[in-house]
């Protein structure tokens, strides 16, 4: 058996492609990816996230993408469990799921929309473009 890289010693692979919990000593479920044409296997890491290990490279690459996320969102005035970034996404930051949701959009006529809760708990139909406006700091457009 060959210790699976990244994960601290938790999970190993054989050589027939099998991978094991060396915690629980079990052997995980693998699975068919019909796209890539290997076995697949679903991992959970030590900071609970879960992650799929294809079996033609075995090796856990850190997923850095939500850091670099939250180093573009800043957080908007008057809405603070929202943040947005400069080309609009709109992110709900205290979703109760363990990462920061994306909030849907609608459009009226030519204009985006999102639906937002204030501080004060009341919600809102708030302009994408304001929201950014008031989050870096420019003034938002007036109602019609």
Not at 7 to 34: C, P, Q
Request: aromatic share 10%.
């Amino acid at each position: 058996m060959t210790e699976i890289q990244g994960t601290n010693g938790k999970y190993d692979i054989t050589e027939s492609g099998h991978v094991y919990n060396n915690r629980t000593h079990t052997r995980l479920t693998r699975t068919w990816s019909e796209t890539r044409h290997v076995f697949k296997t679903r991992l959970y890491l030590t900071d609970g996230s879960r992650y799929t290990l294809y079996h033609d490279n075995p090796v856990v690459k850190p997923k850095n993408k939500l850091e670099k996320l939250k180093s573009e969102l800043v957080q908007v005035e008057g809405y603070s469990r929202y943040s947005v970034t400069d080309y609009g996404a709109v992110w709900n930051m205290t979703d109760h799921r363990r990462e920061p949701t994306l909030l849907q959009t609608y459009q009226i006529g030519a204009v985006d929309y999102v639906r937002v809760t204030s501080d004060e708990g009341k919600r809102h139909h708030r302009r994408i473009k304001d929201l950014v406006a008031r989050a870096f700091g420019g003034a938002p457009t007036p109602q019609a």
